[in-house]
């Protein structure tokens, strides 16, 4: 996209979340919900598929433009962006990349509308940072497919009109091989969900637990090809730790600017306590751990952008900038003093908010265990 | 059915604005130049009405070389198609003569309706629709609020104080409108990737056949002799509750002619 053109594009973003989504922050928040009119906005400009291909609707952005647009989504409440982040994210991306073109015509267009939303649901409970583990069975039955099992903690499900569910279809295999991904409509019979999921933050975006009981799927629910449905997941996984990070830089510059201007008012001894040089060198880690994040980002966009590194790059971000997050939420909070940890301050909610960055889309412990193993393997280690 | 909506590039009113003090005309080198905020209802108006009657939306500008942003934000909000009007002599013109230049494009196009912001936040004159409907000898109807196209009328409630009148008038015929009267859309990405492609029309004062030296700052019919930026705040009334705590904060708003 021309530079102009994406000029454009970051603008009605920035200017959507701060005219209508900031002054709801606390709507969204105490109700749990993304109101009806907002979600129609969201689908009005385009946001649903935002990164899904041009020939099916999408805006088609690549990485670098991907993370800018991030750091204006991540400058408000997670749950908007978790709202339209499944079909551009996950969900589509893996039908985008690995479909036919009769799954990729039957699916794109009306999830880059918004008319559909579809979930990921890889994640089980004994399958998390190691979802090769997984026990989600898809056993074939004539032509088709009859899938079993229970996925949890899974985005978007009680809205979801489809799920990419990731399931082992070849029991003699172990491990990655033998896993394949199924498009399963969330009507079929069998499907059911659990609760919505009740969170530390993130309000208004829900999670809750899918179970699949004896779930028949048509052959051509199958997306690429048998038994290689996790190496998918994992290329897919990479794209998304990079955006979970730009998201991760987008909020703590939203705790900084609260934060400064909190400082630059708020009074004790009859002057405002941003002259106090303690408070100063909260607001200064703060900003320089933010434009090192920042730069990190944007710096890995290019590579995995070039091709350059599409793995170890967006790990060592994503690992980066949640952590540096969770220290600048921590911070925002004690710049308020008492107001920081009352409910009505923007800061105390998006310090529960961050906390999820450290945990999905990877832990922080598995962002490590890829960058070490990646550089120790790109220096001749054996696998294990 | 053919829609002109005037559109005018001015600094965000959000923002610290200022004269030029060389020529005491609008600083705009440096601003953060938007669209006029009144002129999104307008423009929203006019893709409402092309939307429901069928129609084409034409944006008209007089303006520097820097206002296709604004024509480009139209556009990509849906408009089909602009005319710009930059010509180098026109700077520092003021209402009257800008009168003339909008007058003199708008003859050479096809127009139902005129639609235009009740005012713009730079000038705040708040006359170009009285201006334009004497020239082009078109009915104007100010401040809608409410705006429907029957056949060959268009039907305004117009705003008041105290509520509105109805009113008509015969096509064709300019309209203002206010911020009461929609909510206008952002932009769509899809909106906004068309736009680069749809027709933006340059013209001069040359191609309108206005002679030059009847418009700009040497000949304007008024000039800004003098200018000063809005007092600092002051440091504000203290009251101390000593007991008549209320008593004294509502005497206060009183003196303010607050209450
Ligand atoms: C709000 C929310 C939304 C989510 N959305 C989705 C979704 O849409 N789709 C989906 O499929 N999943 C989703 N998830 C699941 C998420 O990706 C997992 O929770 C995450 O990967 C961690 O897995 P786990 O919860 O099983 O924790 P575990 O893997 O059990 O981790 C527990 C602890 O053990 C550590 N650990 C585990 N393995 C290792 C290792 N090899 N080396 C070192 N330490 C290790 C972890 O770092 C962590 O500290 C979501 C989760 C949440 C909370």
Redesign the pocket.
């Known amino acids: 996209m021309d530079a102009d053109d994406f000029e454009q594009i970051r603008k009605a973003v920035r200017q959507l979340v701060r005219e209508e989504v900031i002054p709801r922050e606390e709507e969204i928040d105490l109700d749990d919900r993304i109101p009806e009119e907002l979600r129609g906005a969201i689908a009005d400009m385009g946001l649903f598929g935002y990164a899904l291909p041009e020939e099916y609707g999408g805006l088609g952005v690549n990485m670098k433009e991907d993370v800018e647009l991030a750091f204006e989504f991540g400058y408000t409440t997670p749950a908007f962006r978790s709202l339209f982040g499944?079909n551009n994210g996950?969900a589509g991306q893996v039908i985008a990349k690995f479909g036919s073109e009769e799954q990729k015509q039957r699916y794109l267009p009306r999830l880059a509308a918004g008319e559909l939303i579809g979930?990921?649901?890889?994640?089980e409970?004994?399958?998390?940072?190691?979802?090769a583990g997984l026990r989600t069975t898809a056993r074939r039955d004539g032509d088709g497919w009859v899938i079993s099992g229970s996925?949890?903690?899974?985005?978007?499900?009680p809205l979801a009109d489809l799920f990419v569910v990731f399931a082992r279809s070849d029991p003699e295999e172990r491990g990655g091989r033998g896993i394949s991904s199924f498009v399963v409509d969330a009507k079929a019979p069998g499907v059911s969900l659990g609760a919505k999921?009740k969170?530390m933050g993130?309000s208004g975006?829900w999670?809750s637990e899918v179970f699949f009981d004896e779930v028949r799927v048509p052959a051509d629910a199958l997306v690429g090809e048998e038994g290689r449905g996790y190496s998918k997941a994992l290329t897919v996984l990479s794209r998304g730790r990079l955006h979970i990070a730009a998201m991760c830089v987008g909020m703590a510059q939203r705790v900084l600017d609260e934060s400064v201007a909190y400082a630059a008012t708020a009074k004790q001894g009859g002057a405002p306590i941003g002259r106090f040089q303690l408070v100063q060198a909260l607001i200064a880690d703060m900003h320089t751990e933010l434009v090192a994040g920042r730069a990190l980002v944007r710096d890995v966009a290019a590579r995995y952008d070039s091709g350059e590194d599409t793995s170890v790059g967006p790990s060592a971000a994503k690992l980066f900038c949640s952590e540096m997050v969770g220290r600048a939420t921590d911070r925002a909070v004690q710049v308020h003093g008492g107001l920081g940890y009352l409910r009505t301050t923007p800061v105390e909610r998006f310090y529960r908010d961050a906390r999820?960055y450290r945990?999905?889309?990877?832990?922080?412990?598995?962002q490590?265990?890829i960058i070490g193993g990646g550089l120790l393997r790109a220096a001749g280690m054996p696998r294990s | 059915m053919n829609i002109v909506v005037l559109v005018k590039q001015v600094p965000d009113s959000g923002t610290q604005r200022s004269l030029d003090p060389s020529d005491n005309t609008v600083a705009r080198a440096g601003a953060d130049n938007v669209v006029n905020e009144i002129d999104e209802y307008a423009i929203e108006e006019a893709l409402t009405v092309k939307e429901a009657q069928g129609g084409e939306v034409t944006v008209l500008t007089v303006g520097p070389a820097s206002a296709t942003d604004a024509i480009r934000k139209a556009l990509s909000m849906g408009a089909d198609k602009a005319v710009h009007v930059v010509d180098d002599a026109i700077h520092g013109s003021c209402a009257i003569q800008t009168s003339a230049i909008l007058a003199a494009a708008l003859q050479q196009m096809e127009y139902d309706l005129v639609l235009t912001g009740a005012t713009s936040t730079d000038g705040q004159v708040a006359v170009m629709p009285a201006l334009l409907a004497e020239r082009l000898g078109i009915p104007q109807v100010s401040g809608a609020q409410k705006l429907t196209v029957e056949g060959s009328t268009v039907k305004v409630n117009r705003q008041t104080d105290g509520g509105y009148w109805a009113l008509e008038a015969p096509l064709p015929a300019i309209v203002s409108t206010w911020d009461t009267i929609n909510e206008p859309r952002y932009p769509s990405f899809k909106g906004i990737m068309a736009a680069k492609k749809k027709p933006v029309e340059t013209k001069s004062l040359a191609d309108l056949g206005i002679d030059p030296s009847t418009v700009g700052l040497a000949s304007a019919t008024s000039s800004v002799l003098d200018f000063a930026g809005r007092p600092p705040k002051g440091e504000g009334v203290k009251v101390n509750d000593e007991g008549d705590g209320a008593q004294k904060f509502v005497e206060y708003l009183a003196s303010q002619k607050i209450v």
Request: proline fraction near 3%; aromatic fraction near 8%.
């Open positions: 499944t996950i979930s990921f649901a890889l994640t409970a004994e399958a998390g940072s190691d979802p996925k949890r903690y899974i985005t978007n499900a999921d969170k993130q975006a999670t999820l945990l999905y889309e990877g832990t922080s412990e598995v490590r265990v």
